[in-house]
């Protein structure tokens, strides 16, 4: 029998959260039923049969009220919270494990229109196929999703702003998903599954115009060039409160990443290609580093992010991996270890992600230039395709310590470094491209992102994103520095590339690297 026959909350918009709800609660099974009365100030929602949760404006709207659904799978509360974010609502804890309300306790919360906290909650064990541990070939195989981490400032002087949840509650209508991040002065854009790099360039160009429509402005770097340590507010989500817990000042300084996930048809494709994408990670570094600057001064690194993370536990370069059983038990032993939920919780520079049916990567700082994004989103699909149909060549997987001294000299020299090799010898990143886009280019054809691949010639010319820092600095100081990249990150598609940044020809790796080079 029932504990509780049926709810009703306050609203303050009948029609609005009649939108909200009516898609919120679809993948519950719930539909609209109708009037409880005829006083025209309320609705009710229900399974076939049932009214048992009502919206009406005749109750004031009742400050931390929260109202719990069943859901009979795991599959369930995902969908809930993916349709409910898609209606409008505001993300107040991602689908999870959450052990310490009981052993299979499994939800997700999203603030509705008056900020009431919804959840859909799943009690059941995890059954096989629904544990969300493997839905690798649920979508298209090598389909791509991106998404963006980029720092919230005041869009004429590019001071950091803390703003994230006045943001996304004056969003407009968009294509693809904004959420806030760990620290209250970033945003996290997230596209759909898309087919292509152009289509999924395309839908963060649109949200990047979404946010900005706003009246915020948006600084596309991997860590903010002025702001001082302390100065980034934690965003009151359950999932950011507990990192903070778990992580202490290592969070002190907001970091912000370009991921690229890429579907894969199976289990052990995707293990292949892990173990492929994980070679390459010093060269990715390298092209991707952009954070030269840090609490208002030149690190002398191409990506202070990097060495920012390296303060996080499960945040380096993983081992190779022996199969999915391998991921599996790794992952086991290690959030036992580490007395966190799940494996979304290692924040390793690439990761298997069968929640998603997708291989991560992590390792690239985030992009002002959509140009500079495209070519290392490129880069990451056509590697992530070319190792899933390979073997390797009978070599032996990198060792971690290899590959970790790598990383951190790509870190250091970003474009210009020269990084080592399976034999230790250290070759510079121009070469180590050239031949990798030669290797590449059959599936950048059968990807049909050759040019945005191509594109990666004119980021190394440019010096990288650090380069084109430190040039925008050396020629108006820090607030030149603030204002130029706001306005680029904003600017959308073709804004400051090749040959029309406005800083002339003398930005490649000869000028604006020069003042960081790579020991010979």
Not at 73 to 102: I, M, T, W
Request: charged share 25%.
């Amino acid at each position: 029998m029932k504990v509780v026959d049926h709810i009703t909350i306050g609203v303050s918009d009948l029609e609005r959260s009649r939108a909200f709800y009516a898609r919120a609660l679809a993948p519950l099974g719930f539909a609209e039923r109708g009037p409880w009365s005829d006083a025209g100030n309320e609705l009710s929602f229900g399974l076939p049969g049932a009214g048992d949760f009502a919206i009406s404006t005749r109750p004031a709207v009742a400050p931390g009220t929260h109202v719990a659904f069943a859901a009979t799978s795991r599959a369930q509360v995902d969908a809930f919270h993916a349709a409910a974010l898609a209606a409008g609502g505001r993300d107040n804890g991602a689908p999870g494990p959450r052990p310490e309300y009981s052993e299979h306790y499994y939800g997700a919360f999203v603030l509705d229109p008056d900020g009431c906290n919804v959840e859909a909650v799943c009690h059941a064990a995890p059954a096989v196929g629904d544990d969300g541990e493997e839905r690798f070939g649920s979508g298209a195989p090598f389909s791509l999703g991106v998404e963006e981490e980029l720092f919230l400032v005041d869009p004429v002087s590019g001071a950091q702003v803390n703003s994230s949840a006045a943001v996304i509650a004056r969003l407009g209508p968009h294509d693809g998903t904004v959420e806030r991040e760990l620290h209250a002065c970033q945003v996290e854009l997230i596209t759909d599954v898309c087919r292509t790099v152009e289509e999924a360039v395309g839908t963060l160009a649109g949200l990047r115009r979404a946010v900005v429509a706003t009246g915020a402005g948006l600084l596309g770097a991997a860590t903010h060039p002025l702001a001082a340590e302390g100065d980034a507010e934690i965003t009151d989500k359950e999932r950011y409160e507990r990192i903070r817990e778990l992580l202490g000042d290592a969070v002190a300084t907001p970091v912000s990443g370009l991921h690229v996930h890429v579907g894969m048809p199976d289990a052990r494709t995707a293990i292949r290609a892990f173990n492929g994408l994980r070679r390459h990670l010093p060269l990715l570094q390298a092209l991707g580093a952009n954070s030269p600057f840090r609490h208002g001064r030149d690190t002398g690194l191409a990506s202070a992010r990097e060495v920012t993370m390296r303060g996080w536990p499960r945040s380096g370069v993983p081992r190779a991996l022996r199969d999915f059983d391998d991921f599996r038990a790794t992952a086991a032993l290690l959030t036992r270890a580490a007395d966190v939920p799940d494996y979304t919780w290692f924040w390793w520079k690439l990761r298997p992600h069968p929640r998603l049916g997708t291989v991560e990567i992590r390792a690239l700082d985030a992009q002002s230039s959509l140009e500079d994004l495209s070519g290392l989103v490129a880069l990451v699909h056509c590697l992530a395709r070319h190792a899933a149909d390979g073997d390797g060549g009978g070599a032996l997987e990198p060792p971690g310590e290899l590959l970790d001294e790598g990383v951190f000299r790509a870190a250091r020299f970003g474009v210009a470094a020269r990084l080592p090799d399976a034999e230790g010898r250290l070759r510079p990143v121009e070469a180590l491209l050239d031949e990798l886009l030669a290797t590449l280019a059959p599936t950048a054809r059968e990807l049909d992102c050759a040019e945005e691949l191509d594109s990666l010639r004119g980021l190394l010319e440019r010096g990288g994103g650090a380069g084109r820092q430190r040039a925008l600095h050396a020629i108006g100081g820090m607030g030149a520095l603030l204002r130029e990249m706001t306005a680029l990150t904003g600017a959308g598609p073709g804004a400051l590339s090749s040959g029309s940044d406005g800083l002339g020809p003398a930005t490649g790796p000869a000028s604006a690297a020069a003042a960081r080079p790579a020991p010979r």
